[in-house]
C-alpha cells in the first residue's frame, strides 16, 4: 500500500507539472483541467489512503481529550 501511495503522489505531481506547462504554453483551459483533477485526486484518494495507512493498529482514545487523559495529564505536570 505504501508503494502505491508513493507512485500515487509522484503522479499527481506529474500531472500537476503538466498542467502547468500547458498552462504556460497558452492552452490554460486544458492546463487548469489536468491541474484541477490531480488535486481532486490528492483530496479525494491519496489523502484517505494515507491517513487509514497512518492509523492503522493506533487507538483513537489515546488521542481524544478525554477525563481519563485529561487526569493524566494534570497528573505529569502538563497543564
Partial sequence: MKIFMKILGIA???????????RINDDVLTGDRIIGIAVLVSAFILMPIFLA???RGKKLKDYTLSEDNMKKMRDKGID
Fill in 12 to 22: 499527481i505531481l506529474i500531472a500537476i507539472a503538466v498542467g502547468f506547462y500547458f
Fill in 53 to 55: 495507512v497512518r492509523w
